[in-house]
């Protein structure tokens, strides 16, 4: 059977708590739907189709195909989240903020409406929304796709980080974030599963905003950049043993967690912490 459609529902609503302040049931239509436009927009956005229109926009905008698909079902999405947003708004309390969209509408508010560069205002706060959506559930929901796999491929390192569960944490309590540095075995096989899963090859299109100098190469402001990070992933250089799920990647000699520099399932930055902190959480 496919769990895929449990593990995605579950992430989501994480987040639903996180945006919107509310779980929704899994009978919930408008939800179920709402997943499934999401799901298709994905679908669709790593198409070969897409790929060729975000090369080529101004050609392939006058042709018909996937892309003007994706274009309604994002529409979509922005009339959802425009109508949260909307209810949030209607019934706000600045002593007390719900959910992010609270939290954002009470900094918008504070904000001076002369400093058009914050970043505070409506617009904004639905693609920030919907980013969450986008890129936190399906990250998420396949990475953990990913480790159930795993699990079940290798039973052995699946005893070992449940006996890792049971030593540290048991079972009259939930887990905490705090319990990481006590499971370093647990810890070392979340990493390797985000390597060895490489959800993100390619990461996702970035711009440089000013002409830029990367050691001998000059990268001129507007240009499109793709970071292979498969090929960190998977360097011969870095890692042991590349092409193989090994946890031993991200353990020492004592048996206690390392980080590696090539370790880069999402790219560089402040991002990376947060969003590996997010995932196992959930």
């Known amino acids: ?12 609503n994480i987040i639903c708590c996180l945006v919107f302040g509310e779980r929704f049931e899994y009978s919930d239509k408008q939800y179920q739907h709402i997943l499934k436009t999401f799901n298709i927009m994905l679908q669709l956005q790593g198409g070969l189709w897409m790929q060729i229109f975000n090369a080529m926009p101004w050609l392939v905008k006058w042709l018909p195909g996937p892309h003007k698909k994706v274009t309604s079902l994002t529409q979509e999405i922005i009339d959802f989240i425009n109508i949260k947003i909307k209810e949030h708004r209607e019934n706000l309390d600045p002593s007390s903020p719900r ?16 400093d058009k560069d914050s970043g505070f205002d409506l617009n904004n706060l639905c693609f920030c929304t919907m980013d969450l959506f986008g890129a936190g559930t399906e ?5 953990l796709h990913w480790g159930l ?7 052995h390192i699946q005893e070992r980080v449940q006996a890792e569960i049971d030593a540290v944490i048991g079972s009259s309590r939930q887990p905490s974030v705090t319990d990481r540095e006590n499971m370093p075995y647990t810890d070392a096989v979340i990493h390797e599963i985000q390597r060895m899963g490489d959800i993100i090859p390619l990461n996702v299109f970035r711009i440089t905003s000013r002409d830029t100098v990367i050691d001998k190469y000059t990268i001129p402001k507007g240009t499109m950049i793709l970071p292979t990070l498969n ?18 990647h991200f353990l020492d000699q004592d048996g206690k967690f390392r ?3 090539a370790f880069l399932p999402f790219s560089a930055g402040k991002s990376v ?4 902190k997010k995932w196992v959480t959930s």
């Not at 796999?149 to 039973?155: H, N």
């Not at 090929?231 to 031993?248: C, G, I, K, Y």
């Not at 912490?273 to 590996?276: A, Y």
């Open 99 to 114: 959910d992010y969209i609270d939290s954002f509408l009470i900094e918008m508010g504070e904000v001076s409406k002369e």
């Open 1 to 12: 059977f496919s769990a895929q459609s449990l593990i995605n529902n579950a992430v989501s």
């Open 149 to 155: 796999l795993y699990m079940i491929y290798y039973p």
């Open 139 to 143: 990250t998420t929901t396949t990475t």
């Open 231 to 248: 090929s960190v992933l998977h360097d011969e250089s870095m890692w042991e043993t590349p092409h193989s799920f090994n946890p031993q």
């Open 273 to 276: 912490g947060t969003r590996l």
């Open 259 to 261: 980080k590696r520099e």
